[in-house]
């Protein structure tokens, strides 16, 4: 399993402005490795002599080298240096890692040299914190993105959907040619109207964008909404039966319709403090609840203004407000039924509602009055087809106000299934065509996304032959209503008097109808795509956004649907999925997977959690607040009760730090999560890949961006050292580092588990080999009198206790805790309802005395003037500091860490136990999966496979479930180098592309950590060769002799070699810690080039993986995980590695033809044979696991024997 490869790169990146790594062979084939000497602190590590030298020379011994026969490497010299300038950039730029000037030198074997040189973008540098860097096409500021949604939205309510008000307009006006007074005043009434509705809505839209005051907007939409219905209503009642009422209540009407939706999109970019695509996806919800329930207010005004009038309901207006209430109450019944299926809840009053309790009331109220303003097409579907048709034939009252009601349902639900089909068809397309073609559907995208190709309002890249397509069915659709109005103004021709103007009439306003559809629905997303960004492409009109919104439950019917018809599973993806669905409004939920698990959170309660967030900052006169992963003891992994920071922005990684403001909200994480936290996060969060060029650290962005601020971070969660750090750092720009009291996610957190509580229990002496009395009694010698010694690592204090505790933190046996360890007393904080009566007399044995864990700060501060000074490993939390004693507190590495490093023999026995049975289940397992997929087994996903492997795993020896969680990737999923699939999402493995499991069993004698890629069919070219140098990068740890002293950061560039000289690498550590029966990942030594790890040598039994891996993006991953131990050499002061992984290397991914005669007998090609090369091991590693796993197979088991002999 990987490891990061820089954990420590924050804060140690200021010890050493630059740094090379070079290795150097000479004739007699001596490898030499240097580090500059600013890899060094200069602290009491180094001068008790923990360091290695800063210059060691490896003598071999062996006649060809490490590498065989390749003597061009013997006398040359490579190396690798990068220099990067700071970042000029803003805090949200995304291009920030290609921002500054870097240069990139390799000195090649030949003698010559390359030098790259990447001249910074020239881009403003002018941009402050929560401030989005402007780029082509994209707003700078919220009063361009208002401005620009006035102007669409102006163009989308005079020619699209509305422009259905100029076909009675111009029919109508045609119609004044026949001497009917009726029919010439009502064609001024409408042609007037709907003039004067673009030109004052026009003129409203430019007040609300120049004025930008919400106060005055939300007077101006109420007022229009009130008089204009009340008008309306009353002259379309007869209350008020002249032309001045109908005209103005028509255009009153109009203008309220069209200001009310600016406005709330104004609200939702001002009130909200959201990202923008949230605004403008709140934006269209809010402008759909106006169609959806504004036949129902419009009755109601009706009935009032009958009342006032004193007139009755008739069969005249009877069947228009029985339509009304009836659809009123249909929208209302369907919206609580899909709150109950979706995510999130599509019920139009919910908005509101959550504005009122949020103390929003202006917008609440603007919500619920453009409820008011949606009559018209409502109206036109409602009166134009039934009315003719009841004339026609004389229907009663009760079936006229069924047909219109129906009309109009059809109406709604044929819109939907236009968006949805034109989306299906969308991604039906894009899938047969990545498939045809071979390219993958990623590019694709990421192609629309360059060209600016669109469909349905979501960026898609289709070619012209969809493009037609979908054309065609919006045509189709367009023409269902045309033939409606045709019928209707059919009737009128065959009985008119004037047949001519009638004709003339019903052409002309088709025509009108056709022009105002295809501007809607070709020229808007064009004119939308070139104002704002191609991420931001959401439907503006009203009309979509109430069908859109009331559809959402046939979404995942024909995902589904569009999943079994298509050759890839219907599978879309890339960063744009999450963009595309929300643009669609349909919840990422309801949409195939691509390469990850769907978040179990949707997007829009993630955004919500943040705006409650921000609100708590507010309160709390705060700028900023910093979320890291960790728990108070600074744990990898941690209790879903820890897992804030998933809480709040979605990121499930097990590394990373988020920084979150008024108005901005930024992550960092490192290589192994670049592509999931893209996927997982919202655009209302920046992502910072932490290590690469250009891309400062979350404390060098503090420095940059935060000037006279208030940052505040609950101090459980910050280690002492960390936080003295960025107390001189925010000191320098006058700002403030605030400790709070509670966590404020906490307080937002309204269900948040509940810490398991597990019963502990005592790991005998056959696992552990040493008392835990003995190994406290080592802790009292490095301390002396009067100092002490503060365990805050769960695993120290697991390991020196001997204690173990299942299932409270998820696959490590430890358990929440704090151990204070002096000469005259031993003190575990411990939750006491862990603790069985046997655990309790064992403590009582060892002297220990147990409190409550909450009261570790009241016992450190009574206990701590009894020591001169008291250490505490670097993960103590600046809590446990500050209770402590500033003035005695001292940081360093954990005595407990650096013991529980080298592995004692009883250790190192269960080890090589453990991984024989883990090799075991792992060759079942293979050897299973290897003929289902053959036999072409259809249920073989991700998920499925996992499960099988879990279930071989259980079944064995003191097997105590899964060291970490199981990867299981196929195709391109294996480029996550953690990826973790899901249960409903789980791509299915087949012959073409390779397949990763990266998995291990806790046993009580041994913590396993195996990885294994394997191919099933014939591998393509590329895939061979990245496997092989993944291979060779493997090899030359695994049989590397080195002298003591040698530290992971020395040997770390051996394994990438091979890789660069295909121009390849990967960005995690090639090996990390491994603990006994304790948490995989397992300091301080490791095989890594970052910083931390060049103070602490290799010991003798020091047990690391070697874990070398390539990851091609979208494509595939490639990496090979042994565990290895350090042991002696044959020559005195020298030492090597053993390999304790038993499972087998895939051959079928080899390119034989890269590899030295060397490696193909370490990797056993073809027979066997009995190296004569003292650098590794005397048996060839898949001969070795041969020799080692078939005495213990069953020999009923045939499948396993016979795949394993194979091998």
């Known amino acids: ?191 007037v109207s709907a003039l004067a509705q673009f030109i004052v809505s026009l003129s409203i839209g430019v007040f609300a964008a120049k004025v930008h005051s919400l106060k005055w907007t939300i007077v101006v939409c109420i007022a229009l909404s009130f008089a204009g219905n009340f008008l309306y209503s009353c002259a379309g009642v007869g209350a008020l039966n002249n032309v001045g009422a109908i005209i103005g209540g028509r255009i009153l009407c109009g203008i309220a319709s069209g200001s009310s939706g600016l406005a709330m999109g104004f609200i939702a970019i001002s009130t909200a403090n959201v990202d923008r695509l949230e605004a403008l996806s709140q934006y269209r919800t809010y402008a759909g609840i106006a169609l959806v329930l504004g036949p129902a207010l419009n009755a109601l005004f009706g009935l009032i203004d009958i009342k006032i009038g004193n007139y009755t309901i008739n069969e005249n207006n009877a069947p228009t407000y029985c339509s009304s209430f009836i659809m009123a109450l249909l929208a209302i019944l369907l919206g609580l039924f899909l709150s109950n299926k979706t995510k999130p809840a599509p019920n139009p009053i919910v908005p509101a509602i959550e504005f009122f309790r949020r103390g929003h009331y202006g917008p609440s109220l603007i919500i619920l009055c453009s409820m008011l303003s949606s009559s018209y097409v409502s109206a036109l579907i409602l009166y134009v087809l039934p009315d003719r048709l009841s004339s026609f034939w004389g229907f009663s009252t009760g079936v006229q106000a069924g047909l219109q009601t129906a009309v109009y349902a059809a109406g709604l639900i044929g819109s939907l299934l236009s968006s949805y089909i034109r989306d299906g068809l969308g991604r039906l397309v894009l899938s047969i065509t990545s ?41 189709l659709w367009v023409s269902l209503g045309l033939i409606a109005m045709m019928i209707s103004f059919g009737l009128d021709f065959v009985y008119s008097s004037s047949q001519a103007s009638t004709a003339a009439g019903f052409l002309i306003g088709c025509a009108v109808v056709m022009v105002g559809y295809n501007i809607q629905a070709a020229v808007l997303p064009t004119l939308f795509s070139k104002s704002l960004p191609n991420d931001l492409r959401v439907a503006l009109t009203p009309w979509y956004g109430a069908t859109v919104a009331m559809g959402k439950i046939l979404a995942p019917l024909i995902t589904e649907a569009i999943t079994k018809a298509t050759p890839t599973g219907g599978r879309t993806g890339g960063n744009q999925i999450g963009g595309y669905a929300l643009a669609l409004g349909v ?61 709040l922005s979605g990121f499930t990684g097990s590394s990373g730090v988020a920084i979150v403001g008024a108005y901005d909200a930024h992550l960092w994480t490192d290589s192994r999560y670049y592509i999931q936290a893209e996927r997982e996060l919202s655009r209302a969060w920046t992502l910072h890949k932490d290590g690469l060029p250009g891309v400062p650290t979350w404390t060098e962005w503090l420095s940059k961006y935060t000037q006279s601020a208030r940052i505040g971070v609950d101090p459980k969660l910050m280690t002492y050292k960390q936080a003295t750090s960025i107390e001189d750092i925010l000191r320098d720009v006058e700002s403030q580092l605030i400790y709070t009291e509670h966590n404020l996610i906490d307080q937002i957190w309204y269900e948040r588990p509940a810490l398991p509580l597990r019963p502990l229990f005592v790991l005998g002496m056959e696992f552990t080999g040493k008392h835990a009395s003995e190994k406290l009694k080592d802790v009292d010698n490095w301390l002396g009198p009067k ?104 940081t360093t590495t954990s005595p407990i860490t650096l013991a529980k490093a080298a592995k004692n023999p009883v250790e190192l026995k269960g080890a090589r136990e453990a991984y024989k049975r883990d090799g075991l289940a792992f060759v079942r397992f293979l050897a299973w999966l290897d003929g289902q997929v053959r036999a072409g087994n259809p249920d073989l996903t991700e998920w499925n496979v996992s499960a099988k492997f879990d279930e071989i795993r259980s079944k064995l020896p003191l097997f105590k479930g899964l060291a970490y969680e199981n990867i299981s990737a196929t195709g391109a999923n294996a480029a996550l180098p953690h990826y973790s699939t899901s249960k409903d999402n789980s791509p299915k493995l087949d012959l073409t592309t390779p397949y990763l499991n990266d998995s291990g069993g806790q046993y009580l004698d041994g913590t396993c950590d195996t990885t294994r890629t394997v191919h099933f069919g014939k591998p393509t070219k590329e895939q061979k060769v990245a496997f092989t140098r993944v291979l060779q990068g493997h ?39 491994i603990g006994a029966y304790l948490n995989v990942h397992e300091g301080p030594h490791g095989i890594n080039k970052g910083l931390s790890f060049a103070q602490f040598p290799l010991r003798v039994g020091c047990m690391n993986s070697n874990e070398p891996g390539y990851y ?31 499972v087998p290397i895939d051959k079928r991914l080899v390119d034989y033809s890269l590899l030295t005669q060397f490696e193909k007998d370490w990797l056993n090609v073809g027979t066997f044979h009995v190296l004569k090369y003292t650098l590794t091991t005397p048996k060839a590693h898949n001969e070795d696991v041969k020799q080692t796993l078939l005495p213990l197979l069953d020999k009923s088991d045939k499948l396993t024997r016979k795949w394993l002999q194979l091998q």
């Open 787 to 890: 100092r002490a010694f503060i365990a805050s690592a769960l695993d120290d204090i697991a390991w020196v206790l001997n204690l173990r505790c299942q299932d409270s933190v998820p696959f490590n046996p430890v358990f929440y805790s704090y151990l204070l360890i002096s000469q005259s007393k031993k003190v575990l904080f411990v939750h006491k309802d862990q603790l069985t009566g046997v655990v309790s007399d064992y403590l009582s044995d060892l002297n220990v005395e147990i409190k409550d864990y909450a009261n570790i700060d009241n016992t450190l501060k009574s206990v701590s003037s009894n020591y001169t000074t008291i250490f505490a490993s670097e993960t103590v939390s600046r809590a446990v500091a500050s209770d402590s004693g500033f003035s005695r507190i001292r």
């Open 587 to 647: 919840p990422i939920e309801h949409l195939p997977s691509f390469e990850t698990k769907l978040l179990q959170t949707s997007q829009t309660e993630l955004n919500d959690r943040l705006e409650d967030f921000r609100e708590l900052l507010t309160d709390n006169k705060l700028d900023y607040y910093i979320v890291p992963t960790t728990d108070a003891h600074a744990s990898e992994y941690v209790a879903d009760a820890d897992a804030r920071l998933a809480f």
């Open 435 to 475: 498939w045809k073609n071979g390219v993958d559907k990623v590019t694709l995208l990421e192609r629309a996304k360059a060209d600016g190709g669109v469909s349905a309002g979501a960026p898609l890249y289709t070619g012209i032959g969809l493009e037609i397509l979908l054309g065609i069915v919006s045509f």
């Open 1035 to 1073: 090899i030359a740890i695994d049989s590397l002799v080195f002298p003591e002293g040698t530290s992971g950061g020395h040997i770390d560039v051996l394994a990438r070699r091979p890789l660069w000289l295909e121009n390849l690498d990967f960005g995690h550590g090639t090996g990390h810690g």
């Open 1112 to 1142: 091609a993006e979208n494509k595939f991953g490639m990496r090979i995980e042994s565990v290895v131990t350090v042991k002696e050499s044959s020559k005195k002061g020298w030492l090597k590695y053993e390999r304790l992984t038993k």
């Open 1 to 191: 399993m990987t490891v990061d490869d820089s954990s420590m790169k924050s804060d140690n990146r200021s010890q050493s402005n630059k740094s090379s790594v070079s290795v150097q062979t000479n004739n007699r084939n001596d490898i030499a490795i240097q580090t500059s000497p600013a890899l060094y602190d200069n602290n009491e590590a180094s001068q008790n002599g923990l360091l290695a030298p800063s210059t060691t020379s490896l003598a071999p011994t062996a006649h060809n080298g490490v590498y065989g026969n390749n003597s061009n490497i013997r006398s040359r010299s490579v190396s690798f240096a990068s220099t990067a300038a700071p970042s000029r950039v803003g805090v949200n730029d995304p291009y920030a890692a290609f921002r500054s000037k870097s240069t990139i030198s390799l000195a090649l074997p030949t003698g010559d040299a390359i030098e790259i040189e990447d001249e910074p973008d020239q881009l403003p540098t002018d941009q402050k914190p929560g401030q989005r860097t402007p780029s082509p096409q994209q707003p700078s500021t919220k009063m361009q993105i208002f401005r620009r949604m006035c102007i669409i939205n102006l163009v989308a309510f005079s020619f699209g959907i509305d422009s259905t008000l100029w076909l009675p307009s111009v029919y109508n006006f045609i119609l004044t040619l026949r001497p009917n007074d009726a029919d010439r005043y009502l064609a001024v009434t409408q042609a």
